[in-house]
């Protein structure tokens, strides 16, 4: 075998197809592009136009609401990332825990609109939430631990009076 018998394996190696060649090649003139208008133009197409047929985005019908804009935005904090944290001494389990604290700890990286505590993990230490939320789970843990759970309510953004 020498060097200039070494070839790729067949179908390796794939011919590319160049356009605008003559009438001949079969992709002359228009280059495969059609007619004029804004399709044979390059870096444009009409996107979502089925050729004058109601497009499949306006046939069907309008569901549901997203809640974007006013959407609160909470941090999830499961048990077993707290008890971690207590083991590892940088929660205080003696002081109440709420979001600046588990931030404070590196539990959280920022305090968004709340903390929901959820169940996952055991809970050895008492300790005293004060969250936005918690799941029956987490609340039965937390309790069993003998600690305590508050939920806190939303602060008012501004221009919203405080009900």
Same mark, same amino acid.
């Given at each position: ?32 592009? *059609?007619?004029? *208008? ?107 631990? *003998? ?17």
């Amino acid at each position: 075998m020498k060097l200039n018998e070494i070839a790729p394996r067949p179908g390796a190696k794939k011919k590319r197809f160049r356009i605008g060649r003559g009438i001949g090649s079969g992709a002359g003139k228009t280059g495969g592009r *059609g007619g004029k *208008g804004q399709t044979a133009r390059s870096g444009v197409r009409i996107k979502g136009f089925e050729g004058g047929q109601m497009p499949l985005h306006r046939r069907l019908p309008k569901r549901g609401f997203r809640n974007v804009k006013f959407a609160l935005r909470l941090n999830e904090v499961n048990l077993y990332r707290v008890q971690a944290a207590i083991d590892a001494g940088r929660l205080d389990s003696t002081a109440t825990v709420d979001a600046a604290a588990l931030v404070k700890a590196g539990v959280l990286r920022r305090a968004k609109d709340g903390v929901r505590l959820l169940g996952t993990g055991d809970l050895k230490a008492k300790v005293d939430f004060a969250v936005f939320g918690a799941s029956s789970s987490a609340r039965a843990a937390v309790e069993k631990a *003998g600690g305590s759970v508050k939920i806190l309510a939303p602060a008012p953004e501004e221009g919203e009076k405080a009900a």
